[in-house]
């Protein structure tokens, strides 16, 4: 079973949708990142989590340690959110400086 | 804004070949970072260093692995005899604090095909 599961694998919506992506890991963490990945390869930090909610634009992330489940929002997206978003744990007993990734969920957003 | 850069961008290598991937962290960064991710799989770590030494390692990095950091600027991961295996992308990021404190910064990878 792997450490961190996000659901959906993949998803298509319509441009202005408001999005969601899910994030549950088994191990203990003291942050969890959301990653972006482009088409391309490259990644893109969005946010580091160790509690609570952030927000960017229009993207928002929220924690809930206790339930260990993490979820990504994108408000009214957009085709150029189109990309791959990756959930990382790490910072756990033992590996503080080693970061478990997420298999991904592949976005489409369609015009 | 300052970016983490890597070179090469692609690099085609002979099966039991040395390679050595170069990457230039952000300046003030202390923690310094090698994920891989194989086609179609996830990222997944192989080091982090800090103060001029690993810091945590996988079961991934064995001995064919390497990294220096041999002079202010550079960070780089030698793969001492390549196999098909190591065929991937390369990640490099940086941060100024641990992973609880500072963000990552990524370079744009560098891929490596074994033949």
């Known amino acids: 079973k792997n450490e961190v599961e996000q659901s959906p694998q993949n998803l298509t919506a319509q441009e202005g949708e408001f999005i969601t992506i899910n994030c549950s890991y088994s191990v203990g963490i003291s942050a969890l990142h959301w990653l972006q990945q482009h088409p391309g390869g490259g990644i893109v930090s969005l946010f580091m989590l160790s509690s609570g909610k952030k927000k960017h634009g229009r993207l928002i992330a929220t924690i809930n340690i206790q339930e260990k489940h993490s979820s990504l929002h994108i408000t009214a997206s957009h085709p150029r959110d189109s990309a791959v978003y990756i959930c990382?744990?790490?910072?756990?007993?033992?590996?503080?400086?080693?970061?478990?990734f997420g298999t991904g969920t592949l976005l489409a957003v369609q015009p | 804004e300052p970016e983490v850069t890597q070179t090469p961008s692609h690099q085609v290598t002979q099966m039991g070949q040395e390679v050595i991937l170069r990457c230039v962290p952000i300046s003030n960064h202390l923690y310094f970072y090698w994920y891989r991710q194989i086609l179609g799989q996830k990222v997944e770590f192989l080091v982090s260093?800090?103060?001029?030494?690993?810091?945590?390692k996988s079961e991934i990095f064995d001995d064919q692995f390497s990294v220096e950091r041999p002079d202010g600027s550079n960070f780089t991961l030698k793969i001492r005899s390549t196999k098909l295996e190591d065929s991937a992308m390369y990640f490099c990021?940086?941060?100024?604090?641990?992973?609880?404190?500072?963000?990552?910064?990524f370079g744009e990878g560098s891929r490596l095909t074994v033949l």
């Open positions: 260093f800090y103060n001029n030494e690993i810091s945590e």
């Open positions: 990021a940086s941060s100024w604090g641990t992973l609880t404190t500072g963000e990552l910064f």
């Open positions: 990382a744990v790490g910072g756990g007993a033992g590996a503080t400086n080693k970061l478990i």
